[in-house]
């Protein structure tokens, strides 16, 4: 058994203890507050990259602004979620990490996937489908159980 297969089964160990969840929903709220004002913050220079080739395309660029939001925010979450720390800037400082239920890592498709799926069903239910959060054993919302996925803390 390799150091990473060693690492891996004792993650998902960790996947069972119930410390691992002790106050994953504060903390997910407060990363969710955190990556999405960076988020914001980000699409600022997008804003004036996409003035400028709105200009340099007589007006044709200017339809980006429409999807501005999603072009930044879907490669911050590839890359940040989908890489070697499976955490956003924002879960890193609340503590928090996403972790797949077997114990694999988690890829950017993956991350791209959970936070499209978390819009989704925000969008449809009105924000109504967070109480999901209230009720599940692991505190887990319908893109973690569709996806096999769970945040957990990064430490006990």
């Not at 903390?27 to 969710?32: C, E, K, L, Q």
């Not at 955190?34 to 660029?61: M, Q």
């Not at 489908?129 to 996925?149: A, E, H, N």
């Amino acid at each position: 058994m390799t150091a990473t297969d060693q690492l891996r089964a004792q993650q998902t160990g960790w996947l069972d203890q119930p410390a691992a969840y002790r106050g994953v929903r504060t903390r997910r709220v407060v990363a969710f507050l955190f990556d999405y004002t960076l988020v914001l913050i980000l699409c600022i220079p997008a804003w004036i990259l996409i003035a400028v080739v709105g200009l340099v395309t007589f007006g044709l660029g200017w339809m980006l602004y429409g999807v501005l939001f999603p072009l930044v925010a879907l490669p911050y979450v590839a890359f940040t979620m989908g890489g070697d720390a499976q955490a956003t800037p924002g879960m890193r400082i609340a503590g928090v990490r996403l972790e797949r239920n077997d114990g694999s890592r988690v890829d950017p498709a993956l991350a791209v996937a959970h936070s499209v799926l978390f819009w989704v069903a925000n969008v449809a239910t009105g924000g109504f489908i967070l109480l999901l959060g209230l009720f599940t054993p692991r505190k887990q919302l319908v893109q973690d159980l569709l996806l096999g996925t769970v945040v957990v803390r990064r430490s006990a």
